[in-house]
């Protein structure tokens, strides 16, 4: 997928995102984007972050950063790496969030985030899966953006997934372990939640960092009917019965 650079000025592409482009959450064959950094006391969501460069709205873009809040922080030990999560928002749409540490004007350790945001139809579970396998973009197009962006077309990041999945499935097996310990607790108690801490250092069976999304996709793979039957969202998001540290 292409960076930042190549998707600014709506009207340099021949496009009029806002005015004939996807609805809010971006629909249909796009999805909009928002990214947000520190900017001191300015950010209006209450946590210093602003949505400095966005697809949609500004009063939108405002909107998902008070709602995504503590999300768009990292701190202790995971604030030195890059990590994605998964949520929706108040009126379902999906917000895949890719979170990168950085540093505020002042030097100090901060996150910067880049938000893709569609409906459930549009950022799929496996879809996302994929993206997190790897993240998409760069952290020096999302520290370098600012203003009016284009929506991204899911062509674009349906290709970027797809291509990762097969890779992600050979995998399946350096999980094992895990997988196997939470089937065996959903299935003694469907109703529990499961947390599992992921090693700096993969042990057999057992995912690193790097093979979160990989444990995901198993688990989703196993329990993605019963997730949709049950109404619970599918073990990407921070809210279900799952959560991967």
Aim: net charge positive; proline share 7%; hydrophobic share 35%.
């Amino acid at each position: 997928m292409s960076d930042f650079g190549d998707r600014r000025s709506p009207a340099a592409h021949g496009e009029q995102a806002g005015v004939h482009g996807p609805g809010e959450g971006g629909t249909g064959g796009s999805v909009h984007q928002v990214v947000f950094r520190w900017d001191g006391n300015q950010g209006r969501q209450g946590t210093g972050m602003k949505a400095v460069a966005h697809s949609c709205s500004a009063g939108r873009a405002e909107e998902l950063g008070r709602e995504l809040g503590p999300l768009l922080w990292v701190s202790g030990t995971a604030a030195s790496r890059q990590s994605v999560v998964r949520t929706l928002s108040r009126d379902g749409d999906v917000m895949l969030v890719q979170r990168w540490p950085t540093t505020d004007r002042g030097g100090r350790p901060s996150t910067i985030s880049h938000v893709l945001i569609g409906d459930p139809g549009t950022l799929k579970t496996r879809q996302c899966l994929g993206l997190s396998y790897g993240g998409w973009g760069s952290r020096e197009s999302a520290e370098k953006a600012s203003g009016r962006q284009r929506v991204i077309e899911c062509a674009q990041l349906d290709a970027l997934a797809r291509k990762r999945l097969p890779a992600m499935l050979e995998l399946l097996p350096a999980v094992k372990r895990a997988l196997i310990l939470v089937a065996a607790e959903w299935l003694r108690d469907p109703a529990q939640r499961v947390s599992l801490l992921a090693e700096d250092k993969g042990q057999p069976g057992w995912p690193d960092q790097d093979a979160v999304p990989v444990a995901y996709l198993g688990l989703f793979l196993l329990f993605g009917p019963w997730l949709g039957r049950s109404g619970r969202s599918p073990p990407t998001t921070r809210w279900t019965p799952i959560s991967c540290v």
